[in-house]
């Protein structure tokens, strides 16, 4: 490959790795996805060295992992706040729909609110349902630090590749 060419996709890998990892400060963005995306890129232009398959193994490892975290850690801590596994599912599913209606915050505001309302219309307690969705929060902080500690460890694997594979 020619240098200009080499240098040019470095840098343009290097820019989707980073809107990935700045994304991740956003709840339903993709960050971690578009930053697998970023590095499949590379490897399909580049192509893939023994190194370069290992580390994509693992980043697609990474990625699935962090692309689940959220949802098991919010759900935890909801459920760690008193939530029932109802609330958390359609909280879920409010999320989900709430991202596809009004993207991008839409998720971020449907699913705490359905978490309050339905604890509450449950148990008929605003302390318990305050409860509940201070827990969803606390999920939801623990996710977005593990979610950018993946980012940065995918990051950090991804130059490896670069300048060893």
Known sequence: MKDWLHISLLW????????????????????????WLAALGY???????????????????????????DNVLMGVGARQGGASWSTILVAL????????????????????????????????DWNK??????????GWGLSFVVRLLIGVVMMALWWIWVWKG
């Open 93 to 124: 599913l409010a999320g989900v729909i709430g991202t596809l209606v009004f993207p991008p915050i839409g998720g971020i505001i449907a699913a705490p609110l359905a978490v309050l309302l339905l604890q509450y219309l449950r148990l008929r």
């Open 43 to 69: 490897g399909v232009i580049k192509g893939f060295s023994t190194l370069g398959i290992v580390i994509f193994v693992v980043l697609t490892l990474l990625m699935l992992i962090g692309s689940i975290v």
């Open 12 to 35: 343009l890998t290097q820019f989707f790795m980073l809107v990935g990892l700045l994304g991740l400060i956003v709840p339903v963005y993709p960050g971690i996805v578009i930053m």
């Open 129 to 138: 349902a305050w409860q509940a969705l201070r827990g969803l929060a606390t």
